[in-house]
């Protein structure tokens, strides 16, 4: 713990300035107009958020295994001295999602381990930095309490949670028992604009979404339970200003979710600003930006521009270390009290992309930071490197177009298991559960050598983002066996129409993005290439009386049309992307808080060794007197042999490099 009272940071530059030595130093820092308008009874406090770190403290993607300029804890902190020099006076706070997320958080948990007095990475970061307090992200409990606890504990700054039980709610959110601090009210000096000290406190409040009781059901279960968010706030904000808190601060590890409020709620922090009391929100969890120009418009109740949740100043500062979340404020002497007078919000970036799209870094790597965590990062990138499991069938994408393909084959195993375990205890849990996934390396623009290829035999981290190349996370949708058919309609456009006795005809269309092919695991079928397709790759309708999807079977019998079906996939597909039929938001049942590929990572290191053999569920249609071809890369040629249920011999060199493959029908 650090001691309760010390005079809030005031960077001697910003001091020298409000001493009117600003002209000689205008050029490094712009003083916050606060810092320079506040009189006698005024002062300038400003707030700064980190959120959503998830053990990202270097800008390196493990995953790629190479450096990465729009992420890190490392970049964020070189900006923190600025901004305190902008400010008057400030304290620095985190919004949680801090354990887990990335390799350094795997190797930290799986490989190094976290006893007791340990210091992890992230921490020995934040305590460099000086944080003055924190809170819970849904993702501190995915490797269990003891883990947790272990690494929360080395903390130099207080960390609050007030809807996190140890057992039952009780009757008064006041009289639960809990894991951690509800709320901190720190007692600070704060200097106003006459240069004199006064005492102010203020008071942090942490929440966590109750959905973690779902999420990580394995590790919390009979540990603790969670409870509403607005219910919490309303219980114990009265009591924050009982204790003589000036200011009370949210720390919501919870986004902005504007469909109305409901029990329970995920992204509660726009219903949390309007409970009374509350003065100010950090808000995180949903990765996005507030305020500002792309997230967040057009949404009742929400100022991108101000950056207001209900009139009252809020952030959320991006993931990864993306922005600094700023809530910049002017308070005045009430009497006893300090009060808001005026305020300013602002996310501030760490990186920019210039006219040509590509990332621009604006900060450099802040030294001390770097240091705390060189040993870990090493041991990270040997950990990355090295294999967490062995893979008995070789992972390869080079057919992943013409067959069914082993690359995609693991991903639907994955998300399958992780799927079927969410819904185990809920209203879904009779449903059958599918799974939906497309090859992403298969060559294309990347050339003939961007296809996944592990071989036989250990398998190491990194090569999971070969699997999986996007950081998307896992969502489920729920829909009828009709809506199966057309997704499976709108993945087969992009095959080109064949005619019957074609020979060699092209198959693929190059227009049609490859992410956008989706298998679909747990059913059977086959795909008739002498029907047109019948969506384009926009998903309008084009052929709407032709069906290229024959034989759809589940469970050995033609699908009931009717029938519901739960589908896991990701983000982007469950929430409209690729404008596949009739998919979108309002079919999404289930919203995981894990990327897809953690998902794969976690399935590897669980299973020891994977056994990703296609099951072959689809192929096309037999066609008599009938060949098309395709490319792909030329490695493809060591993997012929193991290929079963499609008729593929080498056609020669293609052009660019790749290699040219004939398939009979
Ligand atoms: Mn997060
Ligand atoms: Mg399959």
Redesign the pocket.
Known sequence: MPPMSSLLDLHPISRRSLLGGLAATAALVTLHPFAARANGSQAHLRLMETTDIHVNVMPYDYYADKPNDTMGLARTASIIDQIRAEAGNSLLIDNGDLLQGNPMGDYMAYKKGMKAGDLHPVIKAMNVLGYDCGTLGNHEFNYGLDFMFNTLGGANFPIVCANLTKGALAADPKLDELHFKPYVILDKMIRDGSGAESPIKIGFIGFVPPQVMVWDAKNLEGSAQTRDIVETARAWVPRMKEEGADLVIALSHSGIDVHGQTERMENASLYLAGVEGIDAIFTGHQHLVFPGPKDFVDVPGADPVKGTLLGKPAVMAGFWGSHMGLIDLLLEKDGKSWKIVDFTCEARPISHRDENKKVVADVKDKPDVVAAVSAEHQATLDYVRTPVGKTSAPLYSYFALVA??PS??IV?IAQTAYIKDMLKDGDLKDLPVLSAAAPFKVGGRGGADYFTDVPAGDIAIRNVADLYLYPNTIQAVAITGEQVKNWLEMSAGIFNQITPGAKDAALINPEFPSYNYD?I?GVTYQIDLTKPARYDKDGVVVHPESSRIVNLQFAGHPIDPGQRFVVATNNYRAGGGGKFPEIAGDKVVFVGPDTNRDIIVRYIVEQGTIDPQ?????SFAPLADTTVTFETGPKARDYLAAIKGAKIEDAGDGADGFAKFRLTL
């Open positions: 069914d393909d995609v084959q639907s298998v695991d296609a099951d072959g569920n689809w």
